[in-house]
């Protein structure tokens, strides 16, 4: 159910969608995750529809996240990616809970437990872990302590699309201070794992809906979740400020378990377009 305020719902529609092509030298099968996630099927007024140039067959499955994905057979040449969606939204900034608690480790849920670890690009077990309680061990543990660490990461690390590097681990963020969106979600996630707070990524479209108009318009996007009073709420350390029309594509414990598309041989990327418009008038 949606937030209702005193003057009613705030829906809004947002149309969604991308077209992507890439080049292969050879044929080569890929897993796509290219797909709204299922959580938004109630709120998909015109479904998503994956539509593949040359026409090619997709078995569709979820994995153990519960993300939607595709696998395909790639043909040698240029294959192309389009989708398109409308999508019913709240049309309010995310959901903010001042008083949510933290649960204490013993009393998590077993599937919640996963998102405590360490992972491909969260380094739980590193230096982060005694920085992590040198930072943010005196502040209130629940929602104060995530905004904390939101806070401080949003300060750390500047962004710079030409910095962007897929290697790059939330211990190489802390130290170079500098990154895309992924790398501010992974330096916060780890903190957060480190302090006992549950966190994962996820990844989506993000547009510039009630913002200020930029040069470079928002598509794809990161932002986190973190576990706190029984349920995930939603934060955002490189933009640190509520923000309206968040539709999630996938999640899982950091980048690596939320490509776009991986291809298990050689292929060129030779186009990216992704839109994320609210419409008006509907």
Same mark, same amino acid.
């Given at each position: ?113 996963? #998102? $405590? ?6 380094? *739980?077990? &590193?230096?982060?872990?005694?920085? %992590? +309680? ?70 989506? #479209? $993000? ?6 108009? *930029?040069? &470079?318009?928002?598509?794809?996007? %990161? +932002? ?59």
């Amino acid at each position: 159910m949606w937030p209702i305020s005193a003057g009613g719902p705030h829906f809004m529609l947002i149309k969604v969608g991308y077209e992507i092509a890439f080049v292969s030298p050879q044929p080569a099968p890929m897993v796509l995750m290219l797909y709204l996630h299922p959580t938004r099927a109630l709120t998909t007024r015109q479904p998503d529809r994956l539509a593949i140039r040359p026409p090619l067959p997709v078995a569709e499955y979820h994995d153990l996240y519960g993300n939607k994905c595709g696998r395909i057979a790639a043909p040698a040449g240029r294959v192309v990616f389009r989708n398109e969606a409308l999508v019913e939204d709240c049309g309010l900034p995310d959901l903010q809970a001042p008083q949510a608690t933290q649960a204490q480790v013993q009393d998590l849920p077993n599937d919640v437990l996963l #998102y $405590l670890l360490a992972s491909r690009y969260c380094e *739980v077990d &590193s230096e982060l872990k005694d920085v %992590a +309680w040198r930072l943010f061990g005196e502040t209130p543990p629940g929602w104060a302590r995530v905004q904390a660490i939101t806070n401080f990461v949003h300060r750390h690390i500047r962004f710079d699309y030409q910095k962007a590097r897929a290697n790059r681990t939330a211990l190489d963020a802390f130290r170079e201070r500098v990154g895309v969106c992924r790398d501010f979600m992974h330096l916060a996630i780890t903190f957060c794992r480190n302090c006992n707070i549950p966190a994962r990524y996820c990844t989506g #479209y $993000l547009g510039d809906i009630g913002v200020p108009a *930029v040069p &470079s318009p928002m598509d794809f996007s %990161a +932002w986190f979740e973190a576990y706190l009073g029984g349920q995930w709420y939603a934060f955002d350390a490189r933009n640190n400020v509520p923000r309206v029309g968040r539709v999630l594509m996938a999640r899982g414990r950091d980048a690596a378990d939320v490509a776009l598309t991986t291809t298990f041989g050689v292929n060129t990327l030779e186009s990216f377009k992704v839109w994320t418009d609210e419409v008006r008038g509907n």
